[in-house]
């Protein structure tokens, strides 16, 4: 059983479309972190989020920690080409040091 | 800017032989990570190093695999015998102590034939 949920497992959009990705638990994490990984590559963090309820932007990217801190999204304004990837959230659970990985979110931006 | 650096990128190997994989994580980070990812999943922790020691291998399939970090500094994960459904990318990551924010390396990607 996955601790970490994240849909959907796969999208396909058009260059300017917007979409929202979702990374849902059962547990309550202590924090939450996105990463974007191309092929071949290793994971790349993209944000942390620690406090329910909290808001962060990067550029086109708009990520929230869910008010009891068990769930996030990742909104992407106007995706581009360059968006293209394998979204990853990761929990840092609130009774162990250990970071939990989501399955992934695989994105395809068309031009 | 700092990397974490892992070789080789790529290993070919034939089931029941020995392979190896190297990380040198960032200069300072106390912390290193061991990573199996299998394509299509999210990656999964196969041992944690705090300095030299081991603080979680309790997902690590310790009848084949092996990992160390002597000095506290570079680490060696091991698999002999590999078999094929050990075919993955290996990612190493490290942080700083006490932190959740991990710097990946580019990976070693796993065949097994």
């Known amino acids: 059983t996955q601790l970490l949920e994240q849909s959907p497992q796969f999208l396909s959009i058009q260059e300017g479309e917007n979409l929202t990705v979702y990374c849902n638990s059962s547990s309550v994490f202590s924090s939450l972190q996105w990463y974007r990984q191309e092929p071949g590559e290793g994971p790349v963090l993209l944000v942390t989020?620690?406090?329910?309820?909290e808001v962060k932007k990067l550029k086109r990217l708009t990520f929230q920690f869910g008010d009891a801190r068990k769930d996030s999204s990742l909104h992407i304004t106007a995706a581009q080409p360059g968006d293209t990837g394998l979204y990853l959230c990761?929990?840092?659970?609130?009774?162990?040091?250990?970071?939990?990985f989501g399955s992934g979110t695989r994105l395809l931006v068309r031009p | 800017e700092a990397e974490v650096a892992q070789s080789p990128r790529y290993k070919i190997t034939e089931k029941s032989q020995a392979v190896a994989f190297w990380c040198d994580p960032i200069s300072g980070h106390a912390t290193l990570y061991w990573y199996r990812q299998i394509l299509g999943q999210g990656p999964e922790l196969l041992v944690q190093f705090q300095d030299e020691s081991v603080v979680d291998d309790s997902q690590l399939p310790k009848d084949r695999f092996s990992a160390e970090r002597l000095k506290g500094v570079d680490s060696t994960l091991k698999i002999q015998p590999a078999e094929l459904g050990d075919s993955a990318m290996y990612l190493c990551?490290?942080?700083?102590?006490?932190?959740?924010?991990?710097?990946f390396g580019a990976g070693s990607r796993l065949t097994v034939l």
């Open positions: 989020v620690v406090t329910g309820g």
């Open positions: 990551a490290s942080s700083l102590s006490g932190a959740n924010v991990l710097t």
């Open positions: 990761a929990g840092a659970l609130r009774s162990s040091y250990k970071l939990i």
